[in-house]
Nanobody, 127 residues
Framework: QVQLVESGGRLVKAGGSLRLSCAASGQDISTYAMAWFRQAPGLDREFVAS????????AYGDSMKDRSTISRDNANNMVYLQMYNLRSEDTAVYFC????????????????????WGQGTQVTVSL
């Protein structure tokens, strides 16, 4: 059974940068697309970014497009989200997720396409 554990969330000032990490254990994730979502209090879970199993393609949600970079290290079963120029509206719990399908061509943005989720890491951006 694969487990995902996010880390790196913390309090950061607006305009700052942050790198989130997602460590997978129990199973090799190298054949699955991976994604980051976020959820702020009272709001729905929102797509942030996804990456194809072979690094070949990435996708970004509108909220953090051009302010984030998703990457992965398949050799170490890790996924990362580098975030730049953070804003107060980026405050949320950030979740790492593994896709349902293996070897997908397009990394998707729908939460329903992901079946394994981490517990999340809190990112708080202060003014």
């Amino acid at each position: 059974q694969v487990q995902l554990v996010e880390s790196g969330g913390r309090l950061v000032k607006a305009g700052g940068s942050l790198r989130l990490s997602c460590a997978a254990s129990g199973q090799d994730i190298s054949t699955y697309a991976m994604a980051w979502f976020r959820q702020a209090p009272g709001l729905d879970r929102e797509f942030v970014a996804s990456i194809r199993w072979d690094h070949g393609r990435t996708a970004y949600g509108d909220s953090m497009k051009d302010r984030s970079t998703i990457s992965r290290d398949n050799a170490n079963n890790m996924v990362y989200l580098q975030m730049y120029n953070l804003r107060s509206e980026d405050t949320a719990v950030y979740f790492c997720a593994r896709s349902i399908r293996q070897y997908g061509i397009v990394p998707t943005s729908s939460p329903g396409d992901y079946d394994v989720w981490g517990q999340g890491t809190q990112v708080t951006v202060s003014l």
